[in-house]
């Protein structure tokens, strides 16, 4: 079962399907790394949708995903209920709900999460660049204690 591109959702799946990496370099040629690894992974596919972020930027992560409340509302309780395979369940979870147009979403997301700068997309007519679009994009935003202005 596929359920998204790239290694942070692979741990993801391999967590919540009971599969923990090795936890030390000695593992399998099969495993895509170590279990700190997978851990990181996991966490960063959290923050990046709205699972592992304060309240107010789940919520927008939420809208920018197109995520129902309640699917998002029980995926962050399964995320917190601690562990990699809650965590990597609620991440499986979001990741499912997602429809399969979801690339300019999650980079909105992530952009929100504080996860990297604003996303752009290069016109192939014109060769310009141009922001990807959003309703109501933030102005500002506190995560972990920081506060970033956008």
């Keep these: 079962m596929r359920v998204g591109g790239g290694v ?30 997978q851990r990181r992974h996991v966490e960063r596919s959290g923050l990046l949708l709205g699972l592992g972020t304060e309240e107010r930027v789940a919520q927008r992560q939420g809208e920018l995903l197109d995520v129902g409340g309640l699917e998002l509302r029980q995926a962050r309780a399964e995320y917190h209920q601690g562990g990699l395979r809650g965590r990597s369940r609620g ?5 499912l709900a997602l429809e399969a147009s979801r690339d300019d979403r999650l980079l ?15 016109d192939p007519q014109t060769g310009r660049r141009r922001g990807l679009p959003w309703r109501d994009p933030p102005t500002s935003f506190e995560l972990s204690g920081v506060v970033v202005a956008l």
């Design 8 to 37: 942070f959702h692979e741990a993801a799946l391999d967590g919540a399907q009971g599969h923990v990496w090795p936890v030390d370099g000695l593992g399998s040629e099969a495993s895509p790394g170590l279990l700190a690894t």
């Design 91 to 95: 991440v499986v979870s979001v990741l």
């Design 108 to 122: 909105a997301a992530g952009y929100v999460a504080g996860l990297w700068g604003r996303p752009w997309r290069i």
